[in-house]
């Protein structure tokens, strides 16, 4: 029976996650924290692990019930808490002086900052699959890709790969449950730079794109639908969650269904 082994959300976009054993399906198809604050510059766009590597070095444990947050930064043995909401002049402050930028720290509760419009759901990987990948890179464990590729569900007692099986033909909505939450898979997430770099240090590996693009392809399962493979640095599973499913609870230990009928 494959399963939900775990919930990852991200409550600030490019930094650390925190492990749930619930959450909540917000009203725009998010879960419940993830990605619900940001930074973004003077333009307006994101502050992200893509272009600025020294967000890598930062650590942050959240407090969700206290709605607060503790960075730390080892190298310059920095410690300290913040309110996520009271205190968001501070946050901007040490973050605009720590990345040498002007920055603003944004909140949405209702659907969070996704990368993808159009997909805005969870992202799904397998625990099958995170092993297979560690297998064509030595030095990487399942757990460090995990942290790596920044998933938001994933599932067990599957094959490798086995949650291609999420998404059909290209421009296809495909429908799948978890528990009593209903989803529809869009497609292999395209993949990034932030992948090919430690989440703690921010050094990248050399090729790590080029490499992952050979063997995935090489790997590619026959449940894959080609038609979604433009190029093949795809990994993880893109979804979007209807609004009829707002308010409803994940819960890790929830089964997989694949029948449009359930």
Known sequence: MKTLERITVYPIKSLDGVNLDAVEITQGGSLKYDREFAFVDEDGKFINGKKYGQINLIRSIYRLDETSVEFSIERENYKKNFHLEKEKPGIEKFFSEFLGKKISFRQNKQSGFP????????????????????????????????????????????????????????????????????????????????????????????????HFSEMRKTSLPAWSNLSQFDHYYRFCVNTKVPGTEAGKILLTGDTISLNPHY
Request: contains cysteine; negative net charge; charged residues 25%.
């Open 115 to 210: 990368d993808d419009l159009q997909a805005s759901g969870p992202t799904v990987v397998s625990v099958a699959s995170l092993q297979e990948v560690a297998k064509w890179f030595p030095n990487l464990s399942a757990e460090e890709l995990y942290k790596r590729f920044r998933p938001n569900l994933l599932l067990n007692d599957t094959p490798a790969f086995w949650e291609d099986n999420l998404f059909g033909e290209k421009g296809e909505e495909k429908l799948f449950h978890i528990g009593e939450v209903k989803f529809f898979g869009m497609n292999p997430c395209a993949r990034c730079t932030v992948p090919t770099k430690n989440p703690e240090s921010g050094e990248a590996i050399p090729f790590f794109q080029k």
